[in-house]
């Protein structure tokens, strides 16, 4: 069992829906990151999370420290949002990753 | 400012070729990471550098891969002879020192073998 993973692994959506990706994780982690990565591109960062909630523009992440859970929502989502997004979490001074959810936002 | 540079962005080789792979880290970014992501899956960790010191490689298949960070910033990444495998992605990063600091990513290498 993988110590970090994510549902779903594959997401399609219409534009302007609202979207949520999750992530649970088995370890103790000082802190988790959302990552983005398009298709043939680099990996961006988009949050590092240790508790409560994080805004920024359409995005949204929240972490819940007692479960080991954590989400990455998009409001009004748009095709330019198609990507995989990646969890990580820092755990003993070591990042692990989810493998990751493939969102397809179609117009 | 500048992010972490990768070089080449793409390669193909054959299989038993040698490959090398360049990152310049951030610009006081102490950290220096190594990963190698294989298509559909998250990337996994080869290496970490703490200025010129190699503090994890754990992970990192020694008996064909090497990597050096000679003065603590620039690092390299070999592959010989490299196998059909390989082929992957391979990611470098960068943070400044200390834990739950964010890391910033090359836009990687894209390896593939022949």
């Known amino acids: 069992k993988n110590e970090v993973e994510q549902s779903p692994q594959n997401l399609t959506a219409q534009e302007g829906e609202f979207i949520t990706i999750n992530c649970s994780y088995s370890v103790g982690i000082s802190a988790l990151h959302w990552l983005q990565q398009h298709p043939g591109g680099g990996i961006v960062s988009l949050f590092m999370?240790?508790?409560g909630k994080k805004k920024h523009g359409r995005l949204i992440a929240t972490i819940n420290i007692q479960e080991k859970h954590s989400s990455l929502h998009i409001t009004a989502s748009h095709p330019r949002d198609s990507a995989v997004y990646i969890c990580?979490?820092?755990?003993?001074?070591?990042?692990?990753f989810g493998t990751g959810t493939l969102l397809a936002v179609q117009p | 400012e500048a992010g972490v540079v990768q070089s080449p962005r793409y390669k193909i080789i054959e299989k038993k070729q040698p490959v090398a792979f360049w990152c310049n880290p951030i610009s006081g970014h102490n950290t220096l990471y190594w990963y190698r992501q294989n298509l559909g899956q998250g990337p996994e960790l080869l290496i970490r550098y703490e200025n010129e010191e190699a503090v994890d490689d754990s992970q990192l298949p020694k008996d064909r891969f090497s990597a050096e960070r000679l003065k603590g910033v620039d690092s390299t990444l070999k592959i010989q002879p490299a196998e059909l495998g390989d082929s992957a992605v391979y990611l470098c990063?960068?943070?400044?020192?200390?834990?739950?600091?964010?890391?910033?990513f090359g836009p990687g290498t894209r390896l593939l073998v022949l």
């Open positions: 999370l240790s508790s």
């Open positions: 990580a979490v820092r755990s003993r001074n070591k990042l692990i």
């Open positions: 990063a960068s943070s400044l020192p200390g834990a739950g600091e964010t890391q910033y």
